[in-house]
């Protein structure tokens, strides 16, 4: 027997981004271990990741390419060659390229965080093609967007000094189960006698182990961040040298802070007015004693009409107190800008067709987008669409308008995957993908600083292939000559970085896929000495690229589309608030399908209030109906405390198929979007849940 020791990378859309040992014998993948030498994943996995040859062995993975032979949605496929399949995507492509190339569409996310099965050949082919852009909204942006413009970058703490911090807030998250890595950093700082705060509307499993629960209402927390910023101001609880120095606007921020009272603020969030003011306390008193207190803001409090704003607001406070001073202070959203990829080298913007400018769509709207006639504001209607990296009928938004787009007859619909999903059930052309052990890869990451290889461990199963050898595929049966389709995987990943850049000088491919991962050059506190990447190069609580974009351009609250308080209205008719945080056993739709994973999450099932379940007259277990004007799904209710009341809580996200009403909790939100970023209101939902009969 031939054994080996394969070093890949996690490839989820994680923060952990964890290094992967994967025992391979005679060929075959038995074992996949966290790497015990690196720094963030020590050894320890998710109970997911843990179980990854499960799913790569999967009785159910597509192992030859398809063509549906049914009616779209039901699933029916029978099998075809290669050969077959890149001459029948390629005569509709070009069909419908010769008439408007903007007529077909990409869709595609963070199946694989990976530069190379991502967005590197897929985003050549596109951009050759001149097909329409997607605008990949649907995670981060609205956040991402309010943090750049207060602090300039996505940059922020290093997961590694969290250990040291005395006061950890985790702001609309829950790393139990999302970033596990972050939360055994925060353990240690517990057992130093830190002292940790969760702040979300719902008793997590990470606000359970907390010293401290804040219960605000859904869409507030930017209402809390002001309320912070005025007990700190008004108790003198800021660092003013650190403000003179490298802060812009603190003048208009004192007067727009000094207007959300503690009172105030907590009849918006639904809290004691102690609680606001307490809190404030503990993160200035530390702070002033020279302690690092330390902000994990997740990306749950964005989800929302105000969800930009909330996180710029928050992004203010380690500036406001001088947080930012010492490596284990200051705030993390996300490192994504501290990697300089490459993405020029990727992707190839050149090649886009000359002085035309492409159509942007949404694919937080892709409901409404699939289902829009040709206009001159909209352009040609959508005729084609591949999917890759994605599982958009289950995960956007307004589900069932999503799924009435894929069921158009006229839309030509591939879609590149590992399972028979949702998505797929709609799509012509089915083609199976390779697994992260069966490919090439190079990783950054959003949760720390290291520079990750993949190697493949094993062979492609079946008659799978890497994204970008599909990609290489569709170019040539376009008739694409251009010399990057045929650059390899190897070489796609020798240049995903720039390696003039300070960060990444001693970036080279060849070394890091030996070693598995190498830290980028950083600095211990990113914004001790200020040097934040704004216009200013300060943190601007005053924003004039704000006040330009047409937003106000200090720290404000914008209340949610639907709310009890914002939309009495509605909430008469729907007076409870529905969100949809992640199931701790799946990341998104990924590892649904796995056996052991899904019996470990039962069924679909909604948390409620014990008052709000007797209003109702219903008891634990009961099935029920959640609905809205926009759809219905069922499930079986847990009457528990967790969720505070007036809320409602259903942990996502299912396959529809796997529910026994063929449904998920997307059926009931909206496409309307966030105040920056253009991304979705997930968490902006208002419902009312009725007893089945």
């Known amino acids: 027997m031939t054994s080996s020791i394969v070093r890949a990378v996690c490839p989820h859309d994680c923060p952990d981004t964890c290094a992967l040992l994967v025992t391979v014998n005679d060929g075959v993948a038995t074992e996949v271990r966290g790497d015990p030498d690196h720094p963030t994943t020590a050894g320890v996995l998710c109970t997911k990741v843990a179980r990854y040859t499960e799913r790569t062995y999967h009785k159910d993975r597509l192992l030859t390419p398809m063509k549906r032979i049914g009616k779209k949605g039901e699933g029916k496929f029978a099998p075809i060659s290669w050969t077959e399949a890149i001459e029948q995507i390629t005569t509709r492509l070009k069909a419908i390229a010769a008439k408007d190339p903007q007529a077909i569409l990409p869709y595609s996310y963070a199946g694989t965080m990976g530069l190379v099965q991502g967005e590197s050949m897929s985003a050549r082919f596109f951009n050759r093609l001149g097909a329409s852009e997607l605008d990949r909204t649907i995670c981060a942006s609205a956040g991402g967007a309010g943090y750049k413009y207060t602090i300039g970058a996505r940059i922020g703490t290093d997961i590694e000094a969290f250990q040291d911090a005395k006061l950890i807030i985790f702001w609309g998250g829950n790393p139990i189960a999302s970033n596990l890595h972050l939360w055994m950093r925060a353990q240690e700082a517990k057992r130093r006698g830190a002292k940790l705060i969760a702040i979300d509307p719902y008793r997590s499993l990470t606000a359970e182990k907390c010293h401290q629960h804040i219960a605000l209402l859904p869409g507030t927390d930017a209402a809390l961040a002001l309320g912070m910023m005025h007990v700190l101001i008004n108790e003198d609880l800021i660092d003013k040298d650190y403000i003179a120095q490298h802060t812009l606007g603190f003048a208009e921020l004192k007067q727009r802070a000094l207007e959300y009272t503690p009172h105030k603020v907590a009849e918006i969030c639904g ?72 993405i020029g080298a990727l992707q190839k913007p050149e090649l886009k067709p000359a002085n035309k400018v492409a159509r942007v769509i949404n694919m937080s709207t892709i409901g409404d987008d699939l289902l829009r006639p040709a206009s001159a504001e909209f352009g040609p209607k959508i005729d084609a669409l591949i999917v890759y990296n994605a599982n958009p009928v289950a995960v956007a938004p307004e589900s069932g308008k999503v799924a009435q787009g894929f069921a158009r007859e006229d839309l030509f619909t591939v879609v590149l995957e590992h399972f028979q999903t949702d998505t797929a059930d709609y799509a012509d052309i089915l083609l199976p993908a390779t697994t992260q052990l069966e490919h090439v890869d190079i990783h950054a990451t959003y949760g720390h600083l290291y520079m990750m290889a993949n190697n493949a461990a094993i062979a492609p199963l079946g008659e799978a292939k890497p994204n970008t050898e599909i990609f290489r595929l569709l170019a040539a049966g376009m008739g694409y000559v251009d010399p990057c389709f045929k650059e390899s995987d190897e070489q796609i990943a020798g240049v995903a970085f720039d390696q003039t850049h300070v960060h990444a000088i001693h970036f ?149 198929k796997m529910a026994s009403d063929g449904k998920n909790g997307n059926e009931v939100t909206s496409q309307r979007l966030t105040d920056m970023g253009r991304a979705p209101t997930f968490y902006d939902v208002l419902v009312e849940v009725r007893k089945m009969v």
């Not at 209030?609 to 007259?617: K, N, S, V």
């Not at 209710?637 to 299912?654: K, N, P």
């Open 508 to 656: 080279d491919w060849s070394t890091l896929k030996q070693k598995g991962w190498q830290k980028l050059q950083v600095p211990a506190a990113p914004f001790a000495n200020g040097g934040f990447a704004t216009p200013s190069g300060k943190c601007e609580f005053y924003s004039a690229s704000m006040l330009a974009d047409g937003l106000d351009p200090l720290p404000t609250y914008i209340a949610p589309y639907e709310s009890v308080a914002s939309n009495p209205v509605m909430a008469k008719k729907y007076p409870l608030a529905f969100i949809t945080p992640p199931a701790r056993h799946f990341l998104n739709s990924t590892f649904v399908n796995v056996q052991s994973l899904r019996s470990t999450e039962g069924e679909p099932h909604l948390d409620m209030h014990p008052e709000d379940a007797a209003l109702r007259g219903i008891a634990h277990h009961d099935m029920v109906t959640i609905f809205n004007d926009r759809g219905e799904l069922n499930a079986k209710v847990r009457v528990t405390d967790r969720a505070r009341a007036g809320l409602v809580v259903g942990l996502s996200i299912w396959w529809k």
């Open 271 to 342: 809290l004691r007015a102690e609680e606001v003011i307490q809190l404030a306390r503990d993160y200035g008193q530390m702070a002033q004693q020279g302690q690092p207190v330390a902000i994990r803001a997740n990306y749950g409090l964005q989800r929302v009409r105000g969800g930009g704003m909330a996180v710029r607001n928050i992004a203010c406070l380690p500036a406001l107190v001088g947080a930012w001073r010492l490596p284990a202070g200051g705030m993390q959203l996300s490192a994504s800008d501290s990697f300089p990829k490459n």
